[in-house]
């Protein structure tokens, strides 16, 4: 079992960055896989970005390739989502998610066992 608690966000200008952390409980983290997905208002669930076991790899969706930064910190079972040169159409509820079923760091919905409670992001234009 494992269990997620984000925190960050908030308000934040257009341009400007924040960072989240996802702190992960049990003793499952170093063998996860782990990524952030993201909801905005009236649309589906997405993938944002995606971290092997190690953290050695990571992945990014298109649209915030070059602009996001995802990490991991073993020691600490926590991930991070260093977000810079946001956009107003990056405003979303940012979920932290694990897996232990695949080794992709290309997530999908379907592959998450565990979904943290969510932190809103909202970027101001």
């Known amino acids: 079992q494992v269990q997620l608690a984000e925190s960050g966000g908030g308000l934040v200008q257009a341009g400007g960055s924040t960072r989240l952390s996802c702190a992960a409980s049990?003793?499952?983290?170093?063998?996860?896989?782990m990524g952030w997905f993201r909801q905005a208002p009236g649309k589906e669930r997405e993938f944002v970005a995606g971290?092997?076991?190690?953290?050695?790899?990571?992945d990014y969706a298109d649209s915030v390739q070059g602009r996001f930064t995802i990490s991991r910190d073993n020691a600490e079972n926590t991930v991070y989502l260093q977000m810079d040169s946001l956009k107003a159409e990056d405003t979303a509820v940012y979920y932290c998610?694990?897996?232990?079923?695949?080794?992709?760091?290309?997530?999908?919905?379907?592959?998450?066992?565990?979904w943290g409670q969510g932190t809103e992001v909202t970027v101001s234009s």
């Open positions: 049990g003793r499952t983290f170093s063998s996860s896989v």
């Open positions: 998610a694990a897996t232990i079923a695949t080794i992709r760091i290309r997530l999908g919905i379907q592959d998450i066992r565990y």
């Open positions: 971290i092997s076991r190690s953290g050695r790899s990571t």
